[in-house]
């Protein structure tokens, strides 16, 4: 029993230890009782930080339950008692820099209440969504080569590729190498390419990839069901013939079903019949089970090249991006992923969410998250919509 409680007292210590160091942001569930004011202290930030943080409407007032996305600390309210040197040790941050970033002419001289401002983190590298054209690796490249060549962070090259080795470069290998960013997409093609609706309206849309399955799809028609929320379901052609039903559930739901191509591949690295087929056979599914040929889709990994827009476009598709990506395939973690998408959120946003996945993903945080960012939402004013509703396009063809 001794034992017991020296090993929980060991770990509270080191729960407590690391609480101080804790950087990144927080998920705060708003309680009775709760203000901006107290939350603001409690996690040592600015009220005006949480604000914008949320995208919070001027004089909005917070209510039970919501949830407020906290962001990293970055001022700390002097207590009494306290020394800078306290301080600096409390909160793990050097002494010298706390002095110069709040201009302190006199470090003997600190009060209570007094906010001191702490110095800023690095922040992750944010990499620019676009299209891509390919490039078929010579002799000779290295990562750094075509990343100057074409005017490429290395970094987004690496992502873009999903690159593991950056060395191992194989010749003839064909790489993605980033064409043009989604805005300028949404300019050059502004009825065919969409990754967010009008910014001013209160309407944002839930969209769901990769399904239908068995297992999370029917799981989350039952919380937009209970929620009175439509959403829209970006399909993959071979999941509509394995699991009907499931289909046809979800536009008899008053859901949108639209196209994920058939199985999921890049098709930035296809020819034009293979896209073709990919499309095509996934409107045959669709047709067999719930109906009418979309006139929606997303490509795989929302990879397009401009190329591939154009045939698209030819098929009379309206490309749907999305402005908020959840990242809920690579975060199952309920926390993360509303760390990941409300600070995103604003009107005529579009999020990413993913509805089935791989044989062993799970996707129940997906599931779990869902009515408490739709309560969320609601409470901050959103309307929840069909893309096409969003977008104010035809969501089918004929
Ligand atoms: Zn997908």
């Not at 603001?40 to 949320?54: L, M, P, S």
């Not at 901050?380 to 035809?394: A, H, K, M, N, R």
């Amino acid at each position: 029993m001794k034992n017991k409680i020296s090993f929980y007292a060991i770990i509270l210590i080191i729960i407590l230890s690391f609480s101080s160091l804790i950087l990144a942001d927080q998920v705060h569930r708003v309680s009775s009782g709760d203000s901006l004011y107290l939350i603001a202290r409690e996690y040592g930030v600015t009220i005006e930080e949480i604000i914008n943080k949320n995208n919070l409407k001027n004089g909005s007032s917070i209510v039970p339950r919501q949830v407020l996305i906290i962001p990293e600390k970055s001022v700390y309210y002097v207590q009494a008692g306290d020394t800078l040197a306290q301080i600096s040790e409390k909160i793990d941050v050097n002494m010298d820099d706390l002095i110069e970033v709040n201009k302190i002419t006199n470090p003997g001289l600190i009060y209570p209440d007094q906010i001191l401002k702490l110095p800023e983190q690095k922040k992750e590298q944010y990499i620019m969504k676009t299209s891509v054209k390919t490039y078929r690796i010579k002799s000779g490249d290295t990562l750094y080569s075509i990343s100057q060549k074409f005017g490429v962070a290395i970094n987004n090259l690496i992502t873009l590729n999903n690159i593991q080795e950056p060395k191992n470069l194989t010749i003839g290998q064909k790489l993605n190498i980033p064409e043009y960013t989604f805005s300028e997409l949404s300019t050059m093609y502004p009825t065919n390419f969409f990754h967010h609706g009008d910014t001013t309206s209160n309407k944002i849309a839930l969209t769901f990839d990769d399904g239908p399955d068995t297992k999370y799809t029917p799981q989350i028609l039952d919380v937009l069901n209970k929620h009175e929320v439509p959403a829209t379901f970006f399909y993959l052609g071979k999941r509509i013939q394995k699991n009907p039903q499931v289909a046809i559930r979800t536009v008899q739901e008053g859901h949108v079903i639209a196209n994920h191509s058939w199985s999921h591949p890049e098709l930035t690295r296809l020819n034009d019949l293979k896209v073709y087929d990919e499309i095509k056979e996934t409107e045959i599914a669709i047709a067999k089970s719930s109906g009418p040929q979309t006139g929606l889709i997303r490509p795989p990994y929302g990879l397009i090249s401009q190329k591939i827009m154009e045939q698209l476009k030819n098929l009379n598709y309206r490309v749907i991006q999305w402005s908020v990506d959840s990242r809920d395939w690579q975060d199952q973690d309920v926390d993360q992923i509303l760390i990941n998408s409300i600070p995103d959120i604003q009107g005529g946003g579009i999020i990413l969410f993913h509805s089935a996945g791989g044989k062993k993903q799970s996707f129940q945080a997906t599931v779990d998250v869902l009515p408490e960012l739709i309560y969320t939402l609601e409470v901050q004013g959103y309307e929840f919509v069909t893309v096409d509703e969003l977008l104010d396009i035809p969501a089918y063809n004929n």
